[in-house]
């Protein structure tokens, strides 16, 4: 396996990945609190995740994924008393957006996906094992963690407990050893669900269900952690507490992955500024596709601006690798032959681009650079394509597999452009205007009959302009709107 560089947050540098188990790769993600529909800011860690995962695999590892819902929380409670509901109506109606929305956007699914509610009994154990260990204390039938007793307590974040104090708004609670001492168990208030414990009825605390959840499906550590780099204080500094507080071991996770901040039009994303974009609002006006690209587009360690501006640019960029998908099938369709010294080096080009491609992602996963070698792939074909036409010569076969290989290897990675869709023309839009598509399309034929392949390629190029692909198949041309 080559070498795979990743940027650890706890160490803040690039480290060579080195699994805990050869040859795999266990991989914790924080996973959403199911009270709304996902936002953008929920898009981005997931499509980055599925992505490290896809190049993983690729690579070889035999990746195991988990990622939570936090079912339990003060966020569901207040929607569930609003709406006069049970809190897991809101959990349930919510985590099957969740899966919509992902799927929609490309995601594959997680191997586990653990709930609080399920693993009450797991986290009480982890709690009794930190009261037990001198780390927790009861206070009321609530439990505390002292984070003063922890000898790596600010590690991740790269802060002091001192400083913490200073620069945080800390809500005085005089039963607190220390204000940033944060609760592992909570007693039971009125009107919240509340399970028994050995400190009395009441629920768990919010970072604890990572530490015991994580632990119980990949153990007591392993390799990668991620999330929003707004986790990384309090939840992952507060999760690596936990653990490592129960087990003794250290590091509790190797490398902890976080993905950069996310703006809406360059302000930071927050409810209060009505800026807080749904996934699914945006599909109303861009394709899930678009919407991933646009996400991958960007480094997963750098800020991300959503915008329509920015949005409209992938979605342009993500025509131009679908448009030279086409055309490698038109160049996939021709009788071939063997091949030329141009189609020689070309075949070079085609191995060099792939290498590039490979290792960009091999330097933390940097997308933003393996999609411009995609770009230069896309461009070859173009080029290549135009020559055989022009030249009125059979493409190298070999070439064009290569091509094909390539492009479909780097597409799966990535996690766009896989499947063909094509939809009967019926269900892309009203009869009118399926008849004027069809016209184009019958004119585009006549062209190509009488090798005019400068108006046939325009004609093309016009319909994609406005969202409409021609996919040339052995059954005749398909047509879908994008
Ligand atoms: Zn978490």
């Keep these: 396996m080559m070498s795979i560089k990743v940027y650890n947050t706890l160490t803040k540098q690039k480290e060579e990945f080195v699994p805990i188990h050869p040859g795999k790769a266990n991989i914790y993600v924080c996973g959403v609190t199911p009270y709304n529909h996902p936002h953008v800011g929920n898009a981005r860690p997931f499509v980055t995740w599925d992505v490290i995962r896809r190049f993983l695999e690729h690579e070889g590892y035999d990746v195991t994924h988990v990622q939570n819902f936090t079912d339990v929380d003060d966020k569901i409670i207040n929607t569930a008393n609003k709406e006069g509901v049970q809190w897991y109506d809101i959990c349930n109606r919510y985590i099957d957006s969740y899966f919509e929305v992902m799927d929609k956007l490309n995601v594959r699914r997680a191997h586990v996906y653990p709930r609080v509610s399920e693993h009450i009994d797991d986290i009480i154990k982890t709690v009794q094992c930190l009261v037990d260990n001198g780390y927790g204390y009861v206070v009321d039938g609530d439990v505390f963690y002292s984070v003063e007793k922890f000898k790596y307590y600010g590690q991740l974040s790269g802060r002091n407990i001192e400083d913490m104090m200073a620069g945080a708004r800390v809500d005085v609670d ?230 094909n290989d390539v492009f479909a290897e780097t597409c799966s990675i990535i996690g766009v452009l896989e499947k063909t869709a094509a939809p009967a023309a019926e269900e892309a839009g009203d009869s009118k205007e399926a008849e004027l598509v069809e016209m184009l399309i019958a004119m585009r034929q006549d062209a190509r009959k009488n090798k005019n392949y400068a108006l046939a390629d325009e004609l093309r190029n016009k319909l994609n302009e406005i969202g409409i692909v021609l996919q040339d198949t052995p059954q005749g041309v398909k047509w879908s709107k994008q």
């Design 174 to 403: 005089d039963r607190k050893h220390n204000p940033m001492d944060f609760a592992l168990w909570k007693s039971a208030k009125p009107g919240e669900p509340a399970w028994e414990s050995p400190w009395g009825p009441g629920r768990p605390g919010w970072h604890i269900e990572c530490s015991t959840m994580s632990m119980k499906y990949l153990g007591e550590t392993f390799d990668f952690h991620g999330g929003g780099s707004d986790l990384i204080f309090p939840h992952h500094e507060n999760e690596i507490a936990q653990s490592e507080g129960c087990t003794g071991i250290h590091p509790f996770v190797h490398y902890w992955l976080h993905n950069g901040f996310i703006t809406v039009n360059e302000e930071k994303m927050s409810k209060s500024l009505g800026n807080f974009f749904m996934v699914i609002d945006i599909l109303e006006h861009y394709d899930p596709e678009t919407l991933r690209f646009f996400i991958v587009s960007t480094h997963y360690r750098s800020p991300l601006d959503f915008s329509d501006a920015r949005l409209t640019e992938a979605q342009k960029s993500l025509a131009r690798l679908r448009q030279a998908q086409e055309t490698l099938g038109e160049l996939s369709e021709m009788l071939s032959a063997g091949p030329t010294a141009e189609s020689l080096a070309l075949r070079e080009k085609v191995k060099e681009l792939r290498e590039a491609f490979m290792e960009a992602m091999r330097d933390d996963f940097n997308t933003a650079l393996a999609i411009s070698h995609m770009f230069a792939l896309a461009k070859e074909i173009n080029i290549y394509h135009k020559a055989v036409v022009d030249a009125g010569i059979k493409p190298d076969g070999k070439l064009v597999a290569m091509f």
